[in-house]
């Protein structure tokens, strides 16, 4: 009896094993209508460019199918892609493109536009004023958004204001009907840990004191990574604190893009806002 029943639970396990391995395939084929991973599944697939850099085209199916654009199209964002085998690409990928993919409720397709819009008001996006050095240093959107830190989905209770972060996106008819049974990264501003998100703004760039100084930044400013390790919200957050305020915390609306110098009346950190940005954890603030 015990040894029948031990190889039911094997034959069992292995058939969960093997629906789950073809869930994740399909979820990867799904959006892959042109099988584009016929040939970037390849690890080795790539080139030396003119630097004499390895420029690697692989694609792994799993975090493919596993992140928020496993059902997007490859060509949705790859539109200077007109035909397959394709010529070298030369255009980078525009993230303000149209995808063939309709979010819940909405009557247009989505696309990151308003985003976009948003970040290139910002501190963060290209200026006219900007010297090619400045213009050169300032981060894409693949800086700071890789797909495999944005593959969870946590479910989590969280508060109405974190509605505000859908409608960036989303249109507001019928958000709050599906924001009942799905939530997606919404008890913080991000999905990332207050650790992950000082160390993703400290490394390579705000950190980075030699680096800042090629950008002739003000004494705060090339100061300002310093000043928040020694506060308590820096210590706090380098003991592993979930809670204390990170960049992103103070520097940012539920917009999350819009970061703006503080002399800017839209910085969460102007005069006029400064208060309101230390009432979100600080009530008694004055």
Do not use: W
């Amino acid at each position: 009896m015990t040894e029948r029943l031990d190889i039911m639970l094997i034959k069992s396990a292995a058939i969960i094993f093997a629906l789950a391995v073809a869930l994740m395939t399909s979820e990867a084929d799904a959006a892959d209508t042109e099988n584009c991973l016929m040939c970037h599944k390849y690890r080795q697939l790539g080139r030396i460019d003119e630097s004499g850099m390895k420029r690697s085209y692989f694609v792994s199916e799993s975090k493919y199918a596993a992140s928020v654009h496993r059902n997007v199209p490859c060509r949705d964002c790859h539109t200077s892609i007109t035909k397959l085998p394709h010529d070298p690409v030369t255009e980078e990928v525009n993230c303000a493109n149209e995808c063939h993919v309709k979010p819940p409720f909405a009557t247009e397709n989505f696309s990151h536009k308003k985003i976009m819009q948003l970040y290139d008001s910002s501190v963060h996006g290209v200026s006219t004023e900007d010297s090619p050095e400045m213009s050169e240093a300032k981060p894409t959107c693949k800086y700071c958004h890789l797909n495999p830190l944005f593959s969870d989905v946590e479910l989590k209770v969280v508060s109405d204001a974190s509605l505000q972060r859908c409608m960036n996106c989303h249109e507001e008819k019928g958000v709050s009907q599906a924001y009942m049974h799905i939530t997606h990264r919404l008890r913080h501003k991000t999905s990332r840990s207050p650790k992950e998100i000082v160390q993703m703004c400290s490394l390579n760039c705000h950190g980075d004191t030699e680096y800042m100084k090629s950008l002739d930044p003000s004494k705060k400013r090339l100061e300002a990574v310093a000043t928040y390790e020694s506060s308590i919200h820096g210590k706090s957050v380098s003991l592993g604190s979930e809670k204390a305020a990170d960049c992103i915390s103070c520097h940012a609306t539920n917009g999350i893009h819009d970061i703006y110098s503080k002399e800017d009346i839209r910085s969460t950190l102007n005069t006029v806002n400064r208060s309101e940005t230390c009432r979100q954890c600080h009530l008694q603030v004055t």
